[in-house]
């Protein structure tokens, strides 16, 4: 008896780290429901999120410029009536950290150079579970690393889950080689995104509260759009869900669903409460006009499909790091984990007095549960009477941005990516790619500068947000996969689609790609039981051009699922470039 239970603590505390040997909180749905549930929405105003400047100004000319950006934990109220809730969150000092950290603006083609510090203390705030590839540190410590996600950059830059690294770098994983990093900022103008790339800790450290927005600003085409713009018009909404203890902590579950192989791992975390920008259930004051908001799913696997009442709809204008050719309309959005869209909002279409931002997704999505009251609703715009003062100068350009179509030419490399999800007896286990793990040889070795054509395929019940580091893609096509049986039963086998007639197999419905995804992207929805053919690029988009630096060094990419839940555990494989 007494052993066994030395044996737990142990365990517990291998698990949480020490001094948090506490035993998990007394907590059921039904508990968590219920705080979710007490707080009222649309009494905090939507935080406007502070930016810094990744270039200097000098002589009217804007230069290279340097930052510092530390990882604090402190207290962060997500709600009026929610006890402080302790985050992780990105900032220049402790005071200033909030959650989504700052957003840094940066100028096409000006360097920005990056010193990520980690203050963060030596146990984590959340469980974690030591039997998934994991960073674990022997002394203590939050492993934490950058990832610039959509960033065109060398890979020393790229925040391999394997360069982790603890406070004042006192241990390091692997692939660590330096403490700043330098983002070129070459590719086209748009909306990127940072955040957390720890190896096996990805799912808790942007839990945690490890995210920012980062934009590539070219001053030209901004002034040549004429897109609504300054600090009130021209706003990010980084939308996810939490749930949260009674006492105000993050909740998140310490025992896996499969807990004899995962003590801790569920294969997707779902939270109660909706937030956006740091607060549950926000309202923003608008004036009657048009707005530009950069929405981003920070969420771990909630997909939300938008929608406005009272007839508000959105015009899409951008989709992750790329403008569409042309404005879209349309009344709903449908965006997987780590997707941008960047979109105007016209508050002058209603004589309303206020629209209430919604989702409808089913999680996990497509086939899942329905939305409740609680995450139907993100956040509500309160319009004021009266006309805009100023006046509305800004415009919606019929034209936006052309880039090269996404056409492979002849002889592309073809490779086909199957995503598998393991089950044992109560429930799934892991998920990997084409079955192989992170640490196997890479088998992606695209050559740099050229254009790729990948057939992806999902063998599992959900969609799944396939995210490409450093490369730019588009869906061309999702084809239905007819005898699914006999195809999931062969590669299950043979794991090589080509042995399995994969080409005999996809000649089901076609589903539509939607206007709105029609552009150079950063993640791609693949849909379940479908194969989605996808144009890679491994070059700069806006021009063809070969990358102005060489990709194909240490530690090489990833690629991976964005849900942050399955690249833990351990859908996500190297992703390695061969030299131009
Ligand atoms: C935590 O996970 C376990 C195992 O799947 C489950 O039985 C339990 O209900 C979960 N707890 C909550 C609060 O959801
Ligand atoms: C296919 O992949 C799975 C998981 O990695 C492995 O267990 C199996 O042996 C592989 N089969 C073949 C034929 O390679
Ligand atoms: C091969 C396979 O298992 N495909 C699944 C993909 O997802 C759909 C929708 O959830 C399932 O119906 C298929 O069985
Ligand atoms: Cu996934």
Known sequence: MMIRFVAAVVLLTAMFGCGASRAPPPVTEASLLKTASSLKK???????????????????????????????????????????????????????????????????????????????????????DPTIPTAIPKQGGVPTVVHLHGGVHPPEYDGSAFAWFTANFREKGSFWTRKTYTYPNVQHAGNLWYHDHALGLTRINLLAGL????????????????????????????????????????????????PIIHPQWQPEYFGDAIVVNGKAWPYLNVQRRKYRFRIVNAANARYFRFSLTNGLSFTMVGADTSYLPHPVNTDSILMAPSEIADVIIDFSATNAKESVLENNAPYPYPTGTNVNSLNKVIMKFIIAPGKSNPPDTSSVPPVLMVYPPAIAPKGAVKRYIVMYEYQAAGGPTHLYINGKRLEDPATETPKSGTTEVWEVINLTGDDHPLHLHLASFQAIKVQEIVDLSTFTACMAQKNDSLKCNVNSHV????????????????????TPGYQTTIVVKFNLVDNDAPYPFDASTEPGYVYHCHILDHEDNAMIRPLKLLPA
């Open 42 to 128: 649309f009494v905090d105003k939507l935080p406007m999120l502070p930016k810094i400047y990744g270039y200097k100004m000098q002589n009217g000319k804007r230069i290279p410029g340097s930052l510092t950006v530390g990882m604090y934990a402190k207290k962060w109220k997500f709600h009026r009536d929610l006890p402080p809730t302790t985050v992780f969150a990105y900032g220049t000092s402790a005071a200033t950290a909030t959650v989504p950290g700052p957003t840094i603006e940066t100028i096409q083609g000006v360097p920005t150079t990056l010193t990520w510090l980690n203050f963060l203390p030596e146990s984590h705030i959340l469980p974690w």
């Open 211 to 258: 995210i920012g927005a980062y934009v590539i600003r070219d001053p030209a085409l901004d002034a040549k759009l004429n897109l609504p713009s300054g600090l009130e018009f021209d706003q990010h909404l980084f939308v996810f869900d939490r749930s949260f203890n009674k006492d105000g902590s993050l909740y998140m579950n310490y025992t896996g669903n499969n």
């Open 507 to 526: 000649k089901g419905k076609l589903i539509n790609i939607p206007e709105y995804e029609r552009t150079w992207k950063h993640t791609v929805k693949i």
